[in-house]
């Protein structure tokens, strides 16, 4: 029985874990593969022992041999500890210089992310607003404007009823002051929803708007607008009248200029609007202009319709500004 058993060939990697038998033969190669910081400690930790080594060899042969195998072993043990201190601090320094990167990462993402949550909350809170005007506009017609013109319709039928002069004068002057009256209410409305702009388009609305303040503040108007007024979003619109609305008065208001030009280029894929005026002007790298109010509300507009806003101007040298805003 013992002469047909025969021994089969062991393979000795066979019997090994997988983790294992891959490491391959012992030697170089597998120390290659180790980090570079394990092998200078692996390093360290081999001469240490062969220091030890010599040492006790030294010491058992001639003492003064020795000593100097001691003051090695001491001077490499001191090096080992000076190269395990730089490889900590370089590693301490990797390791900031990571978690900084990340942070800086993670700071501009949230950054990026806060800045369009409030540009999409300042473009929200502008069409809220246009939202509500419209809504005022409309009441203010609807309900004043009703009121009004039944007062004067009842002063029209008391006055030929009424044969005391002095009663006369007085009807008159309540005559006048309903007339102002319904006048400051149509400026109003139209200050809060311009209806041309409803009705006739922008071009149509621009001209009205830009002549009738230039008029009452005593500046000559120099308009380039088309005829008709191609249409285009509401939106657009309403952003681009106001703008326009928000540039003159700041021109009334500070610039004091002879005249304001204004011209709108209807395209077919934009729309480019130029203001321009002959006053006094301001350093546009000035960050007190920059930051004004007025000019960031123009610039959260025309970025809220992905357009371009483009202000240029110098002291003495008069203010132009120019944007365009696509209109599909």
């Given at each position: 029985m013992g002469s047909r058993l025969r021994s089969a060939p062991i393979d000795p990697a066979a019997q090994l874990p997988p983790a294992v038998a891959s490491r391959g033969p012992r030697g170089?190669?597998?120390?290659?593969?180790?980090?570079?910081?394990?092998?200078?400690?692996?390093?360290?930790?081999?001469?240490?022992?062969?220091?030890?080594?010599?040492?006790?060899?030294?010491?058992?042969?001639?003492?003064?041999?020795?000593?100097?195998?001691?003051?090695?072993?001491?001077?490499?043990?001191?090096?080992?500890?000076?190269?395990?201190?730089?490889?900590?601090?370089?590693?301490t320094r990797e390791g900031q210089h990571a978690a900084s990167g990340r942070n800086a990462h993670d700071l501009e993402s949230l950054i990026q992310e806060r800045t369009r949550e409030l540009s999409a909350l300042s473009t929200h809170l502008q069409q809220l607003t246009e939202k509500e005007r419209s809504e005022l506009a409309r009441n203010l017609h609807d309900e004043l404007g009703g009121l009004l013109t039944a007062a004067k319709m009842d002063l029209s039928w008391l006055q030929p009823r009424i044969a005391d002069p002095a009663l006369q004068e007085r009807l008159t002057q309540l005559g006048g002051v309903l007339d102002e009256a319904m006048?400051?209410?149509?400026?109003?409305?139209?200050?809060?929803?311009?209806?041309?702009?409803?009705?006739?388009?922008?071009?149509?609305?621009?001209?009205?708007?830009?002549?009738?303040?230039?008029?009452?503040?005593?500046l000559s108007a120099i308009l380039a607008l088309p005829e008709d007024g191609a249409a285009?979003?509401?939106?657009?619109?309403i952003a681009l009248f106001r703008i326009v609305q928000e540039g003159v008065t700041n021109v009334i208001r500070h610039a004091g200029a002879r005249s304001v030009t204004l011209r709108f280029d209807l395209e077919s894929d934009a729309c480019r609007l130029t203001l321009c005026d002959d006053g006094c002007g301001f350093d546009a790298a000035d960050a007190r202009f920059r930051r004004s109010h007025g000019i960031m509300g123009m610039r959260q507009r025309v970025r809220a319709l992905g357009g371009r806003l483009e202000l240029e101007s110098a002291p003495g040298a008069g203010t132009t500004l120019r944007i365009m805003v696509p209109t599909r």
């Open positions: 170089g190669p597998a120390l290659s593969r180790l980090p570079v910081r394990t092998a200078l400690a692996l390093l360290g930790v081999l001469l240490v022992v062969l220091a030890a080594a010599g040492i006790a060899e030294g010491m058992a042969r001639q003492p003064q041999v020795g000593v100097a195998v001691a003051f090695l072993a001491l001077l490499a043990i001191g090096l080992i500890v000076a190269l395990g201190r730089r490889l900590a601090a370089a590693a006048d400051l209410k149509r400026r109003v409305v139209e200050d809060l929803r311009p209806s041309l702009l409803d009705h006739f388009g922008l071009p149509t609305a621009l001209r009205a708007y830009v002549e009738s303040a230039c008029t009452r503040a005593g285009m979003p509401g939106d657009t619109a």
